[in-house]
């Protein structure tokens, strides 16, 4: 990434979809550089966030800003060279070669008949060098596994070179090393990222911070320990976690169990209302 990061703020940001409100009043701020986590239960109102985050949702109420500036007062154009939106589910045109999709990320600089020129080229090369898919650039995008198209996504999002960069759950579909390998990389790519993530413990390591998404609402925020207290865990998840250290490395893993959250044993030493 050449362009420097920019910081992305939500103030009072309020969406309805057919009628029916599916956002309440949310506020985030994602500080320029920083890598800032998005998670929730399925339902909870991830991908309408980042939709309206970037653009492809308009909200009721509430401010949206890039680098300062309101995108609501942005040209399509204008905003898709501050923010790459990279969605959850991506349609690859079968008729296309993988660097021919990942070039589609420069539209915003230039017309489609200038395409092509070697700053183009020099950026599509530097994305699928990025994200270990040179050697597929001239591969159909109809015969890449789902893990390689989940790639080829991202490349195309960093090829549009922004200082924000907006991911709707881009783990899908891949094995647990490349999930590994990418959510260490976007720490390498030095542009500001908003990211939607299921696993907890993923987003507790990579992430500088995280916003918590229940039912339209943000419960907690802050850093992982905070915003993934066990009590919140429990509550927007519905199970048993607490923190523990992997003592091979020093690390501190969010630990989950099924259910409820077991109630602490009582002490029968200590009085109860009805023997006090």
């Not at 990320?105 to 070697?118: A, E, K, N, V």
């Not at 995280?210 to 998840?237: Q, T």
């Amino acid at each position: 990434m050449s362009r420097p990061p920019v910081g992305l703020s939500a103030s009072g940001v309020e969406v309805w979809i057919d009628d029916h409100p599916v956002l309440h009043d949310i506020s985030l701020e994602v500080p320029a550089g920083n890598i800032v986590g998005l998670v929730g239960p399925n339902g909870s109102g991830k991908s309408t966030l980042l939709r309206s985050v970037v653009g492809a949702l308009r909200p009721r109420r509430g401010t949206i800003t890039v680098d300062g500036r309101a995108t609501g007062s942005m040209s399509t154009r204008e905003r898709a060279r501050q923010i790459a939106f990279v969605p959850q589910e991506v349609d690859l045109p079968a008729d296309m070669l993988v660097h021919e999709y990942v070039a589609l990320g420069r539209l915003p600089y230039s017309s489609p008949w200038s395409m092509g020129r070697s700053g183009d080229r020099a950026a599509v090369g530097r994305a699928l060098r990025s994200v270990g898919m040179a050697e597929h650039a001239y591969s159909a995008v109809d015969h890449l596994s789902g893990g390689e198209r989940r790639r080829v996504a991202l490349a195309r999002g960093l090829a549009q070179d922004c200082g924000v960069l907006v991911l709707d759950e881009p783990t899908n579909h891949l094995d647990i090393r490349h999930q590994l390998d990418l959510l260490t990389f976007l720490r390498t790519v030095g542009t500001t990222v908003l990211v939607s993530l299921h696993d907890l413990d993923l987003a507790a390591r990579h992430c500088d911070s995280i916003y918590v998404l229940n039912d339209g609402r943000i419960p907690a925020h802050g850093e992982a320990v905070s915003a993934l207290d066990p009590a919140v865990v429990a509550e927007v998840f519905g199970v048993s976690a607490h923190w523990a250290v992997n003592f091979a490395t020093g690390r501190t893993h969010l630990v989950f169990e099924p259910g409820p959250p077991a109630q602490p044993a009582p002490d029968p030493t200590r009085p109860t209302m009805e023997n006090r």
